[in-house]
């Protein structure tokens, strides 16, 4: 019995330290999931908001919409990138000829006009535990299509 008395203390200082950087990288992946959900929501949210506005005849300019992002990115953000893209169809910005759909789809294709509204979000976020993973940059991008008929004709700025 006497034998055994320091092996419990070696295993603590071994399983211990193994323990603490599992729990770092629980807590860090958790942190890494939250700032993924708050930013997707609010991106989600201000284009879902933009969406109900082109109904009503309203849109913003990229500007607008890149100060409400900032706005719901609740101070995580590093950059807002907006970009407000005119398209003739949604055959032309999809890259397709006009008149001349897929013969073996039965879909058409509005042929008024779209915009292409592309939000893309860099958030602050430092990776705690750098030397595991590799240094690169966490983005989120999101994409709205609006039809341009209820537009007012100014279009989108």
């Given at each position: 019995?006497?034998?055994?008395?320091?092996?419990?203390?070696?295993?603590?200082?071994?399983?211990?330290?193994?323990?603490?950087?599992?729990?770092?990288?629980?807590?860090?992946?958790?942190?890494?999931?939250?700032?993924?959900?708050?930013?997707?929501?609010?991106?989600?949210?201000?284009?879902?908001?933009?969406?109900?506005?082109?109904?009503?005849?309203?849109?913003?300019?990229?500007?607008?919409?890149?100060?409400?992002?900032?706005?719901?990115?609740?101070?995580?953000?590093?950059?807002?990138t907006v970009s407000v893209t005119p398209h003739v169809?949604?055959?032309?910005?999809?890259?397709?000829?006009?008149?001349?759909?897929?013969?073996?789809?039965?879909?058409?294709?509005?042929?008024?006009?779209?915009?292409?509204?592309?939000?893309?979000?860099?958030?602050?976020?430092?990776?705690?535990?750098?030397?595991?993973?590799?240094?690169?940059?966490?983005?989120?991008?999101?994409?709205?299509?609006?039809?341009?008929?209820?537009?007012?004709?100014?279009?989108?700025?």
């Amino acid at each position: 019995m006497r034998r055994e008395l320091g092996v419990a203390s070696i295993e603590l200082v071994i399983i211990l330290p193994l323990l603490l950087a599992l729990l770092l990288l629980v807590a860090d992946v958790l942190r890494v999931h939250l700032q993924y959900s708050t930013l997707e929501h609010g991106l989600r949210s201000v284009l879902r908001e933009l969406q109900a506005e082109s109904a009503a005849g309203r849109i913003p300019s990229a500007d607008g919409i890149r100060l409400r992002l900032q706005q719901r990115g609740r101070g995580e953000l590093d950059g807002v990138t907006v970009s407000v893209t005119p398209h003739v169809s949604l055959e032309a910005m999809l890259g397709q000829e006009e008149g001349s759909p897929d013969p073996a789809s039965e879909i058409r294709l509005p042929a008024d006009p779209v915009l292409e509204v592309t939000a893309r979000v860099r958030p602050r976020l430092q990776l705690t535990p750098s030397w595991l993973i590799d240094d690169r940059e966490l983005s989120y991008q999101s994409t709205l299509l609006l039809l341009t008929d209820r537009l007012p004709a100014g279009g989108a700025g």
